[in-house]
């Protein structure tokens, strides 16, 4: 199994502010493990089928499926952003919503079936576009995956994007050189669903343009869903 080595040598936080992402630029020595101490958290998306235990009121208990627009609906509650958000945090947003109707309602959610995990690998590799995860792979393996690198391509400027619990966008500058001319020094790094791979015909040189001119405009309309702030009502 490939693997590879990376240099994080820039991390762009995306927060909501107003509405809009605002972006900041910061130079971190840490690899993308240490930046990201929230990795493990799984993230719900569209498709994805929960089960609603109410507690306080076991006749609304009920398996539900997340809605295309990221919106999770039941009986007495308003509808409830669930896209990019930890099952917790959607657990707390419906109690918010039924407080209106019940008293002190008391209920958990429960993931019970996950949709398509699809990734998205653009720019300079041989067929762009959404990638299944088959398992655990890393940033190379996904560019091998949708045909390998172009001509052109920027091997040592790789982005990678991820949406971490509470709707910050981070990213992170690869370099995927040495995971094929020396695998055994590469560094293990799984992708998850709605991770965004992308690879530079030019090196990068002004981040926060770069990701809105190249990789937001490039992304499929589910993607454009996920990593934009203003879903998060």
Same mark, same amino acid.
């Given at each position: 199994?490939?693997?590879?080595?990376?240099?994080?040598?820039?991390?762009?936080?995306?927060?909501?502010?107003?509405? @809009?992402?605002?972006?900041?630029?910061?130079?971190?020595?840490?690899?993308?493990?240490?930046?990201?101490?929230?990795?493990?958290?799984?993230?719900?998306?569209?498709?994805?089928?929960?089960?609603?235990?109410?507690?306080?009121?076991?006749?609304?208990?009920?398996?539900?499926?997340?809605?295309?627009?990221?919106?999770?609906?039941?009986?007495?509650?308003?509808?409830?952003?669930?896209?990019?958000?930890?099952? =917790?945090?959607?657990?707390?947003?419906?109690?918010?919503?039924?407080?209106?109707?019940?008293?002190?309602? =008391?209920?958990?959610?429960?993931?019970?079936?996950?949709?398509?995990?699809?990734?998205?690998?653009?720019?300079?590799?041989? !067929?762009?576009?959404?990638?299944?995860?088959?398992? @655990?792979?890393?940033?190379?393996?996904?560019?091998?995956?949708?045909?390998?690198?172009?001509?052109?391509?920027?091997?040592?400027?790789?982005?990678?994007?991820? !949406?971490?619990?509470?709707?910050?966008?981070?990213?992170?500058?690869?370099?995927?050189?040495?995971?094929?001319?020396?695998?055994?020094?590469?560094?293990?790094?799984?992708?998850?669903?709605?991770?965004?791979?992308?690879?530079?015909?030019? !090196?990068?040189?002004?981040?926060?343009?770069?990701?809105?001119?190249?990789?937001?405009?490039?992304?499929?309309?589910?993607?454009?869903?996920?990593?934009?702030?203003?879903?998060?009502?």
């Amino acid at each position: 199994m490939f693997r590879f080595f990376f240099l994080a040598l820039v991390t762009v936080s995306l927060v909501s502010c107003g509405g @809009q992402p605002k972006p900041s630029l910061r130079f971190p020595s840490e690899s993308w493990q240490s930046a990201v101490p929230e990795d493990d958290v799984y993230l719900l998306a569209p498709g994805d089928k929960v089960e609603v235990v109410v507690h306080s009121a076991p006749e609304l208990t009920r398996e539900l499926t997340i809605a295309p627009d990221g919106r999770l609906r039941m009986p007495l509650a308003q509808p409830v952003m669930a896209m990019a958000r930890t099952p =917790d945090e959607v657990a707390m947003a419906l109690r918010a919503s039924l407080a209106q109707e019940l008293k002190d309602p =008391d209920l958990d959610i429960v993931p019970t079936e996950f949709a398509s995990q699809n990734i998205f690998v653009g720019g300079e590799v041989q !067929r762009p576009g959404m990638v299944a995860l088959p398992g @655990q792979i890393d940033p190379l393996q996904a560019v091998i995956l949708a045909g390998g690198f172009t001509r052109d391509a920027k091997r040592g400027n790789v982005i990678l994007m991820r !949406r971490l619990p509470g709707g910050e966008v981070r990213t992170v500058v690869l370099d995927l050189r040495k995971g094929i001319t020396d695998p055994a020094a590469a560094t293990w790094l799984p992708l998850r669903r709605f991770d965004v791979v992308y690879v530079p015909q030019t !090196r990068i040189s002004e981040e926060n343009q770069f990701m809105e001119r190249f990789i937001r405009n490039a992304l499929p309309v589910q993607f454009s869903l996920y990593y934009d702030l203003r879903q998060r009502n």
